[in-house]
């Protein structure tokens, strides 16, 4: 049996501004059961507290201590290095990094920094790593989607770093292995029994997979027709969270069809 779900955010609660329909009752559901729960994601351009505040907004009650970003992550481990990064993030979760000592940087942090995104500073990111500044990335996501449109997200400019400057990033968040085990870690359970939703066939499938976890597509969000074809792994599919929630409570944990 599973004994621990994660689920991503963006795109299997919501959408845009909009609770996926049974999103919200699904995720009550899991919170109710015997299995330990936890929301994991690489949102970058809104701080825990709005994010917790948002999704409260359209139903979702999330206590601080299920909730796991990437932001977080990365600030984490700067902070455990004792170093002082060049945070090329989203305005938006500035203020989450206020607290580091940014000056003389000697490390580079790149989110999904928006408008934030220019030559002057991806090539002072470039130039601090060509330096030998660790690079960190928040996720590795190629694109996310908002009002019906993909859009690029961090993770093709940290691949321009990483060419340009030879250094191998460091990614906090999905799908980093590291990421997802030490969420695992909190949760006292084994990789094994844990099933991660996602909408991402990459960043939460595969990366959850590769992490010892298994991993349920849904059909919501950013899925395109075709995805479940871009993997070699074996994973669920569902069309919703509703869906997925539905399979990791009542089946005994098996290979994925
Ligand atoms: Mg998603």
Redesign the pocket.
């Known amino acids: 049996m599973y004994q621990a779900i994660f689920f ?5 609660l919501y959408t845009g501004n909009a609770a996926i329909p049974g999103a919200v009752e699904a995720v009550a559901q899991a919170q109710r059961s015997r299995l330990a729960i936890r929301f994991v994601t690489n949102t970058s351009r809104r701080t825990s507290n709005q994010i917790i505040g948002d999704l409260k907004n359209l139903g979702f009650d999330i206590p601080p201590e299920q909730l796991y970003t990437a932001p977080i992550a990365a600030k984490q481990w700067v902070k455990e290095h004792q170093l002082r990064p060049y945070c090329l993030i989203h305005q938006s979760i500035v203020p989450e990094f206020s607290d580091l000592d940014q000056q003389n940087p000697n490390a580079v942090i790149i989110g999904d920094a928006e408008e934030n995104f220019c030559y002057k500073k991806l090539n002072y990111a470039f130039q601090l790593c060509k330096a030998g500044a660790p690079l960190i990335g928040i996720g590795c996501n190629r694109y ?1 989607k908002l009002d019906d449109q993909l859009h690029l997200d961090a993770g093709p400019f940290i691949k321009a770093i990483e060419y340009a400057s030879s250094s191998t990033p460091i990614i906090m968040g999905k799908p980093s292995a590291d990421f997802f085990k030490q969420i695992v870690a909190t949760t006292g359970v084994s990789e094994n029994s844990v099933l991660m939703i ?3 066939i990459f ?2 499938v595969q990366g959850a997979i590769k992490a010892g976890l298994s991993g349920c597509l849904v059909k919501t ?2 899925y395109l027709k075709g995805d479940e074809l871009l993997i070699q792994e074996k994973f669920h599919i569902a069309g919703t969270v509703a869906e997925a929630v539905n399979l990791a409570l009542n089946q005994v944990r098996e290979e994925p069809d």
């Open positions: 991503d955010l963006s795109g299997v996310f996602g909408d991402d960043g939460d969000g950013k």
